[in-house]
Every structure is written in structure tokens, then in C-alpha cells.
């Protein structure tokens, strides 16, 4: 009988780790420990930082909902600021207000006074001070304040390239995005989904976090729990599929007035594709349209 000899197969090659994956590791070596990783931008809340990680991420969309009156966003505004305080660029987007009433509301918001005392020059000499001070740390901040009403999505988009190094992008609110130019728009739900594609596209091409406002068009306060759930942002389900991030606010005084304390107000984190889903406790001073982080109040 013959023995047949086979050949030996070369030993298969040992793949090689991805540039990618290099990366991450380097970057996980060198981070010391409880620092801020490098793609995290945080929000100058420290119990919302806490809940996620250091903060928002880069390249990621972060859906922010509530109920009319919320204060939705009085609080998108007011995390630009803190971020911007902190030093990193912010694009602001609005399609409700222009920069000077926006900058108006950031002077109520940082000079703790009401917006119609401002208005009408109605403040006390305190509040002067504090108009003044406010004034002067608003002043030089990167944020930038930029019309979202425009022709098509990508002639709104294109208001961002002027700009220095972003971290941040807020659009307020997803309802008035902007359709992409020769889009076909069957129905608002098909429309605001792929806003939504958009946004996302935006963060990553841009590796900023990209925080947009939405209503809830789902959304029934009269039902036994009014607290924002994931099916009230509706839009055939896009916030589920594309969002990284779904925050909801919620304020017990809106639905039981006399329970509770007034201005208590839960964040509430929906989805989380990257950590933890759950709440941080946040005060909102109405008159103001300020919010403060109820465990570590600012001084």
C-alpha cells in the first residue's frame, strides 16, 4: 500500500489589531484613573456626568424630551454654557429664537434674574451686579449662536463650517430641522427620522455630541405615570434606532400641584447605548429658567 503524502498547510496568519483598536488601548494605558476620557465632554452637571460616564460623548446623538413647559430648553441652553464655560466650542442651533433673545436668556439664566425684570429694567441694584458679572462671563465664551431656519438641511449644516474646534452641537428643536434638499417627505413621522440620520451623520462626521430638542408628540399627561418613556418621542420608533442617548425631564409640580417639591425635576436617562439608564435629581428655578444640579448646587 502507498502512503499519500498531503502537503502542510501554512499555519494561518496571526491578524494583526486594527489602528483602531491600538488606539483605544493607548489611550486606556495612558488615562489615569477617575480622569475624563479624551471623547467626553462634560456637562458641568456633576450628578448628570456622574450617571454618564464624564459627560456626553463625541460622535454621539443625544435626544432630549418633555412635555410643554418642561423646560426643555431653558435646559439645552444652559448646558451650552456650562460647557462652553469649561472651554470647549459650542454651536447653538435655533429655530425658535435669534441670538439676542437667546443671549437675553443666557443673562437671566447666568445673572439669576427674571427674563421680563431684564426686559424692562426692572432690577435692584443686586441684580445689577449680578447682570454685570454674568455679563462679563458670557463674554469671549466659544459658543456660537446660529439660525436652524434654512432652505435644506445641508445649507443649515454649512453655517458650522466658519467655526473653530466644536465639542458640542445643540439643535432646538428636531420638529423645525430642516428637510435635506430634493428629500421626498410622505409623511412628518418619515421626515423627522431621517432628520434624525442627519444629526447622527453630523456628530460622526464632525466627532462632536450632537444634542437635539424634541417635543413628544406621544406623549398623554393624563395617564397614571406622566413620566417620559421612549414610545412618547414616536417618529416610527427613529429615537430607538438611532439615538445613543434619550433623556427625558420630568416635573412632578406639572401634574400634582401641591406634591412634591416645586422646581424638583428628574432627568431621566431612557436609553443609554453606551452605560447605565436611570435619573439625577435637578432644581429648576422657573423665574430664572435655570437649572441646578440638586445634589451639588452652584455656589
Known amino acids: ?44 452637571f456633576p450628578s448628570i456626568d456622574r450617571m454618564l460616564g464624564g ?12 412635555d410643554i413647559g418642561a423646560g426643555k430648553s431653558a435646559l439645552a441652553l444652559g448646558l451650552a454654557l456650562r460647557v462652553a464655560q469649561q472651554g470647549t466650542g459650542v454651536a447653538f442651533l435655533s429655530g425658535e429664537m435669534d441670538e439676542e433673545r437667546l443671549m437675553e436668556r443666557a443673562l437671566a439664566i447666568e445673572g439669576r434674574v427674571a427674563v421680563d ?32 431656519a434654512a432652505p435644506d438641511w445641508e445649507t443649515a449644516a454649512t453655517r458650522l463650517d466658519p467655526l473653530g474646534q466644536l465639542g458640542l452641537i445643540v439643535v432646538d428643536y428636531l420638529q423645525l430641522v430642516p428637510s435635506p434638499a430634493g428629500a421626498a417627505r410622505p409623511t412628518q413621522d418619515e421626515d423627522l427620522a431621517l432628520a434624525l440620520q442627519r444629526l447622527k451623520a453630523l456628530a460622526l ?32 420608533g427613529a429615537i430607538k434606532q438611532h439615538a445613543d442617548l434619550a433623556l427625558g425631564i420630568y416635573r412632578e409640580e406639572m401634574y400634582n400641584p401641591g406634591y412634591g417639591v416645586e422646581g424638583a425635576t428628574e432627568l431621566i436617562v431612557l436609553k443609554n447605548r453606551n452605560g447605565p439608564t436611570g435619573f439625577v435629581d435637578l432644581y429648576f428655578y422657573r ?13
Do not use: C, Y
Open 1 to 44: 500500500m502507498t502512503t499519500r503524502r498531503f502537503p502542510k498547510r501554512p499555519a494561518p496568519a496571526t491578524p494583526s489589531p486594527s489602528p483602531a483598536a491600538e488606539s483605544l488601548v493607548a489611550r486606556v494605558d495612558q488615562q489615569r484613573p477617575g480622569e475624563t476620557p479624551g471623547d467626553t465632554i462634560p456637562t458641568g
Open 117 to 148: 425684570e431684564l426686559r424692562g429694567a426692572k432690577l435692584t441694584e443686586h441684580a445689577r451686579a449680578g447682570i454685570g458679572g454674568a455679563a462679563v462671563r458670557l463674554r469671549g465664551l466659544p459658543l456660537a449662536i446660529l439660525p436652524l
Open 287 to 299: 423665574r430664572w429658567m435655570r437649572f441646578e444640579d440638586m445634589l451639588d448646587p452652584d455656589r
Open 205 to 236: 462626521e464632525r466627532q462632536v455630541a450632537a444634542l437635539v430638542v424634541s417635543q413628544l408628540p406621544r406623549f398623554d399627561a393624563k395617564r397614571p405615570n406622566p413620566r417620559p418613556s421612549l414610545d412618547d418621542f414616536g417618529h416610527l
Open 55 to 66: 459627560g456626553l460623548r463625541r460622535r454621539d446623538l443625544v435626544v432630549l424630551g418633555g
